[in-house]
């Protein structure tokens, strides 16, 4: 463990750096559960419950890594949830579920050349991996349907 401190800095910056991607992530599972529950397109439900499962596995990869340092891992929901869940439309939300993934990857990146444990610093490498997947994965389903939605437009009497 003392490999993590001296590679990280300080071990309340390390610590309070993976508490604020918990709630992150935290935040962007709750956002996904709920998501995935007000669409009737199964590609979208799909899409959007396959991140809910990431968001849940990395909350989870968090926990261990705050515990095996050893500290208690925070029980609070970042403050993105309440922004997210304030857009009512689905795809915007989407949009805006995908900026806080670019929040995360960012993050990620930042911290990794500080980690020295191999375990953790493998298991967020994952993350960071599985959180740019996933937006790429939400920029094709918008671009799609941004390529439908004039098509049906036009093809919709008035």
């Known amino acids: 463990m003392d490999t993590v ?5 300080d071990r309340e910056a390390l610590l309070a750096a993976l508490n604020e991607l918990l709630e992150a992530e935290r935040a962007g599972a709750r956002i996904t559960l709920r998501s ?9 439900q799909r899409l959007v419950t396959d991140i809910h499962r990431d968001e849940v596995r990395w909350c989870g990869v968090l ?4 515990q095996s340092l050893p500290a208690t891992p925070s029980t ?5 949830y309440e ?8 795809g915007a939300r989407l949009a ?3 900026r806080g993934q670019g929040w995360v990857v960012r993050k990620l990146q930042a911290l990794l050349p500080r980690i020295g444990d191999a375990r953790i ?6 993350m960071l991996v599985s959180h740019q997947q996933n937006i790429a994965r ?4 918008q671009a799609s349907q941004q390529a439908t939605e004039p098509a049906s437009r036009e093809s919709t009497p008035r």
């Open 63 to 66: 926990i261990d890594a705050i």
């Open 5 to 9: 401190y001296r590679e990280a800095g």
């Open 36 to 44: 995935a529950a007000e669409t009737d397109d199964l590609a979208l």
């Open 76 to 80: 609070r929901t970042g403050a993105f």
């Open 83 to 90: 922004r997210a869940m304030a857009v009512p439309e689905l």
């Open 121 to 126: 610093h493998g298991e967020l490498t994952a």
């Open 138 to 141: 939400v920029d094709v389903q």
């Open 96 to 98: 805006l579920l995908n």
